[in-house]
Each structure stands twice: as structure tokens, then as C-alpha cells.
């Protein structure tokens, strides 16, 4: 089955660490996002990906990196700059379009990361 | 920017119909209108998507009037896994591919 895999379920960082969430699709798609989702609210955007080997800034980019080296590999690292990393992570892809929102985006089961 | 705003909650019992009205009066002309639902702990599922009048699938129907600057999807007898948080999103093209998710509306259906 086609899909959005993000691992792992549950992370655990040390202060100071940095901590890479991976995000893996078989779906095709050339469009990729990374999302974080704090207690009781909606989601914010972090990284987005229209192709392989480039990427934008989302609202909340400080403190994160991302990579885009394959199509279908998307990987999210939280540095040891994001003050408050606590929080659920989500990955996205979606069929890229000219507009850029009318492909709907299909979505992992999230990573949720907490701080020791 | 393009804005949505939706109720916060709704209380729901087991059979009835379900109406969100989401209202978003910056819509441009060629942004579409999509809603997603949310279970706990897991990544959200699109639900449906519309430009203008109305939109049927197997799961529910989008109701847009013509000046665009409203919808409201529509869940026909609600069951207890329908309890989900739904959110409203309008294509926002001066940012290019940045969705806003807001807060979204939590759906409680009882029993």
C-alpha cells in the first residue's frame, strides 16, 4: 500500500541534542511538508519541499533543518536551537501544483518528540 | 492572508447530521476550499475539497454558496468514530504552498 512512514512513533532528546525524525514516501509525489503540533492546537508549518534538492522556510523554521537529497525521503532535524522541541511532528506529500493547494496533502501517523 | 474561521466545538448525538460552517471572506478566486479530519495522536485525513456550489462523496457533501465566502461540509448520521477534530483550509496564494491549519472544530458525537 502506498503511504507516508514516519519513525520514530515516539522520541526521547536530551537537552542539547540534536534529533533527526524521518519521513519516507512511496506515493510519487514531488511535494513534501513537515508540520509541528502542539497540545489543543491546529498545525503549524515548518519546512516545505516542492522538489528534490530545494526547500522553503515555513512559519516556524528556527531552531530546524531539513534535507531533500531523494524524492522520496524528507527528513526533519530538531537542533538543539528549538527551545521548546516538545511537541507531535507530522510529514505531508502532496502532487505538486502550479497553485500549490488545490492536491490534497496525505499525511503520516506523526512523531511525537519529548524532552528528558 | 487568507483566513478561515470555524467554531471551536460542536456536540453531536449518534445519527444525526452534522453542519460546520467555516467562513473565510478573503477567498481568492482561484483558492479551493479543503477540509481534513483529525483522530488523536494520528496525522489528518483529507476529507473533501471544493470551489463553488456543492461537492458529494462516500463520506460527505461541501456546500459553497456563489460569492465563495463560507462553506459548510456536511457529515450525514454521525456515528462515535466521527468524534475528530475538522479543519478548514483555503488555498493561500500569496504564500504559495503554506496551508494554514487553525485550531480546527472538535466534533464530539455521543451516544
Known amino acids: 500500500d502506498g503511504g507516508i512512514t514516519q519513525s520514530p512513533k515516539y522520541l526521547f532528546r536530551k537537552e542539547g541534542q540534536n534529533v533527526t525524525l524521518s519521513c519516507e514516501q512511496n506515493?510519487?509525489?514531488?511535494?513534501m511538508y513537515w508540520y509541528r503540533q502542539d497540545p489543543g492546537q491546529g498545525l503549524r508549518l515548518i519546512y516545505y519541499?516542492?522538489?528534490?534538492?530545494?526547500?522553503q522556510k515555513g512559519d516556524i523554521a528556527e531552531g530546524y533543518s531539513v534535507s531533500r537529497e531523494k524524492k522520496e525521503s524528507f527528513p526533519l532535524t530538531v537542533t538543539s536551537a528549538q527551545k521548546n522541541p516538545t511537541a507531535f511532528y507530522l510529514c505531508?506529500?502532496?502532487?505538486?501544483?502550479?497553485?500549490?493547494?488545490?492536491?490534497?496533502?496525505?499525511f503520516g501517523d506523526g512523531t511525537r518528540l519529548s524532552i528528558l | 492572508l487568507a483566513k478561515t474561521t470555524q467554531p471551536i466545538s460542536m456536540d453531536s448525538y449518534e445519527g444525526q447530521e452534522v453542519n460546520i460552517t467555516c467562513s473565510h471572506n478573503n477567498i481568492a478566486t482561484n483558492d479551493y476550499i479543503t477540509w481534513y479530519q483529525q483522530f488523536p495522536s494520528q496525522g489528518p485525513r483529507f476529507i473533501i475539497q471544493g470551489y463553488k456550489t456543492k461537492v458529494t462523496n462516500e463520506v460527505a457533501s461541501l456546500f459553497i454558496p456563489a460569492d465563495r465566502k463560507s462553506s459548510t461540509l456536511s457529515l450525514p448520521r454521525v456515528s462515535l468514530s466521527d468524534t475528530a477534530v475538522y479543519y478548514c483550509l483555503v488555498g493561500d496564494r500569496s504564500n504559495d504552498y503554506k496551508l494554514s491549519f487553525g485550531a480546527g472544530t472538535t466534533v464530539t458525537v455521543r451516544a
Open positions: 505531508a506529500s502532496s502532487i505538486r501544483s502550479i497553485r500549490g493547494h488545490d492536491q490534497p496533502q496525505h
Open positions: 519541499s516542492q522538489i528534490v534538492n530545494d526547500f
Open positions: 506515493l510519487n509525489h514531488d511535494a
